[in-house]
């Protein structure tokens, strides 16, 4: 379960970055998913804005533990327990799917 949640982490890494460089903007070399969703929230129309600080507001602590969970995977060895993994996963999936 812990390598779906660092994957789901990995493809919405990705998503965020892609959605930069279509705007034309550069990102900086980062893995913070709290950092990528700044710099997209200043991109987007006021609208869109409003909704991307709405999701950090409400999943903030879970972004900060899918940042940890990509960096400690790299170099420590750490278990999640399923019930994390499954709640990481529906906030990855309820976050894709919200940003525009």
Known sequence: MVSRSLASNRRYNSTQKSKMLANGIEYPRSHSLRALFEILSELVEEKEKSMIRSLMDDYLFELGILEDAYITSRY??????????????????EVMKSVP
Request: hydrophobic share 45%; glycine share 0%.
């Open 76 to 93: 420590v060895m750490r278990e999640f327990r399923k019930e994390e993994a499954e709640r990481l996963m529906k906030v990855v999936e």
